[in-house]
């Protein structure tokens, strides 16, 4: 039986999608590889390349676009970046003529939410932050038992509540939402229940700081080179 294909993009060399032509001409679909989506999904992609026909769509993707050439300058020396993230939201957030930010943080971040929070309003905006502790609900609510608690058996241990921050920036009217360090799961749940333009400005990694990329980085190196182990 053959196997099923598909879409591999990390796995690609040739990155037809993205060829060094001139403006007049056409990329050479027919030599990407067979699991390409643009060759295994032609009318997935055209449908959603649709939605771009759609006035807002259009802008929106349009101002992502010209704030990502933004982020480069060209010096004799050659291209080289020059924004930090944190700058491209305060940017692009003022290209959307957005007023109102809502931030959802994660309280082991409520030092950098805090710092956020006074850049934000410095720039302008009004600005809605809302803990991932909110709502005060102990993680009985959600069948955690004594022995998983973070602070050990007997303590009271609110848990995380990802929903209810969603909900409060939903009903806070916000232009967007920043995501900031939430854990893995709970941003699952954020994003699922955010019903305003979401954006991330940093996720959690306890271990690197918030730079989950490190564990890529040193995935060949004796460090964490057990990343890489197979396992069955």
């Known amino acids: 039986m053959a196997k099923k294909l598909y879409p591999v993009c990390a796995r690609c060399t040739k990155v037809v999608c993205f060829p060094m032509l001139k403006a007049n001409e056409e990329p ?51 291209r080289r ?35 956020l929070n006074d850049i934000l309003e410095n720039k302008g905006f009004e600005v809605v932050s809302v803990r991932c502790k909110v709502g005060a609900t102990p993680k009985e609510r959600i069948g955690i038992r004594e022995e998983e608690k973070i602070r050990g058996p007997g303590w009271l241990e609110t848990m995380c509540n990802p929903i209810v921050q969603a909900e409060v920036l939903n009903q806070s009217n916000v232009d967007l939402a920043i995501m900031l360090g ?42 964490y080179g057990r990343l890489m182990t197979k396992t069955k």
């Open 182 to 223: 939430l854990c893995i799961g709970h941003d699952t749940l954020f994003i699922q229940y955010c019903r305003v333009p979401m954006t991330v400005l940093a996720v959690k990694d306890r271990v690197f700081g918030h730079n989950p990329l490190a564990a890529l980085y040193l995935a060949d190196s004796p460090y």
């Open 81 to 115: 970046t020059k924004i930090p993230r944190v700058e491209e939201l305060i940017q692009f957030a003022h290209k959307c003529d957005y007023k109102r930010l809502g931030v959802a943080f994660c309280t082991g971040l409520a030092n950098e939410a805090r710092i």
């Open 28 to 78: 050479p679909i027919d030599e990407a590889p067979a699991f390409c989506p643009m060759k295994l999904m032609p009318e997935v992609i055209a449908k959603a390349i649709a939605e771009y026909d759609k006035p807002e769509v259009r802008e929106f993707a349009r101002l992502a676009s010209v704030q990502e050439f933004e982020c480069y300058e060209h010096l004799p020396e050659g």
